[in-house]
């Protein structure tokens, strides 16, 4: 298969995995590099943990960065601390991202620090606090955390002002207190909806070939005589736009039925609470292969392509009652000072 045509079956081919380097040429190079500048790499078991916890972090970084910027809002976002001199470092403390949102002809400017937990509780030093506080402060804009709890897999924006627990020199943010001054749908443009339950996709199969045993029963081939989507109410329909093909999967419940001669997998929505970015990353997932992880670098300018979130929200708006039974905003508990008055009434997506 020519390159042309690899690209003409693939349009996505952006999500493709990262190219493998070669292992051995690679460690010749970090061995000549850190034998250049007089590293001491005998610890290599630290050198590699260290180096993972960069590359995380900085994934972190461009994830969040991406989610932001297609959500809408958003009009720029960019990392701050590269090549950055200041005069006293254990003073400050520069945030790893500056983003500037706009709803309704208004602007805002925010600091953000990047934090991901494999816990449902984020621990940030009171010291650490402080010296990003001085920098926000220099520079007159709000300083606000956007934390990715991995056992929920979904970001989240907050002041860490407004709340925490003093424990141990700092303070803790629990993922229940969190989540209810979270900022990612008022600022960011994060909207929840909830597909109707029983929505989802049907495959219908016959058995075209003989039954051959096997320990756990019986192997056949089958081949597939009918798919298509349908609404809570099982009203089918054999296309769909893309947009609402990614909301309907992003949290569905597989069900296999055999029978002698007949078999249906299907595909139901649970009714469960969903983001849009959590569309979003159903609709990337799909397109990398097996559990591998989304690489944000080779998508993160091209998420449009993909799916757009106006067209989520457009789609989900016009099969309201059928394929969707919410759409909101969440306005958290407590609001910052820092938003204009337009900001604070919003009750629903732009």
């Known amino acids: 298969m020519s390159d042309n045509e690899s690209k ?6 952006r999500v493709r995995p990262a190219r493998p380097f070669h292992t051995i040429n690679a460690a010749h190079i970090i061995t000549r ?15 590699i943990k260290t180096a993972e916890h960069v590359e995380f972090g900085l994934s972190a970084e461009l994830e969040l960065s991406a989610i932001l910027r297609w959500l809408g809002p958003c009009r720029m976002v960019h990392r701050l ?3 950055a001199f200041v005069a006293d470092t254990a003073a400050q403390q520069i945030p790893d991202l500056v983003a500037t949102f706009e709803s309704n002809g ?19 030093k009171a010291n650490y606090l402080d010296r990003l506080r001085r920098y926000a402060e220099i520079l007159g804009h709000p300083l606000l955390v956007g934390w990715r709890c991995r056992a929920i897999d979904m970001w989240l924006l907050f002041d860490p002002f407004a709340i925490g627990l003093p424990r141990a020199g700092g303070f803790d943010y629990t ?31 016959e058995r075209t070939g003989d039954k051959i045993a096997t320990k756990e029963g ?18 089918a329909e054999t296309e769909l736009p893309q ?13 296999s039925n055999v029978e002698d001669g007949q078999a249906v997998q299907s595909f ?22 097996g559990d591998q992880r989304i690489r944000w670098k080779g998508v993160a300018d091209d998420l449009d392509s993909i799916v757009r979130c106006t067209d989520i929200l457009t789609e989900s708006r016009a099969r309201f009652g059928t394929y969707v039974q919410y759409i909101f905003l969440q306005k958290p508990r407590v609001t910052p000072t820092f938003l204009p008055p337009k900001w604070r009434s919003k009750n629903e997506p732009d």
């Open 33 to 47: 590099t850190a034998e250049a500048l007089d590293w001491d790499l005998d610890n290599v078991e630290n050198f």
């Open 8 to 13: 003409q079956e693939h349009p996505n081919a």
């Open 175 to 205: 993922l229940e207190d969190v989540m209810k001054v979270d900022l990612m749908s008022l600022i960011a443009g994060d909207f929840y909806l909830v597909p109707t339950t029983g929505t989802g996709l049907r495959f219908e199969m």
């Open 268 to 289: 139901t929505s649970t009714g469960g609470l969903r983001r849009a970015q959590n569309i979003l990353k159903t609709a990337l997932q799909f397109q990398t292969k």
């Open 106 to 124: 208004e602007h805002i400017v925010t600091l953000i620090e990047v934090k991901t937990t494999a816990d449902p509780v984020l621990h940030l």
């Open 218 to 235: 019986y192997q056949a081939e089958f081949t597939v005589r009918r798919a298509y989507f349908h609404d809570g109410e099982g009203r």
């Open 243 to 255: 947009a609402m093909i990614w909301t309907v999967l992003s949290g569905v419940r597989a069900n």
């Open 81 to 83: 601390a590269e090549d």
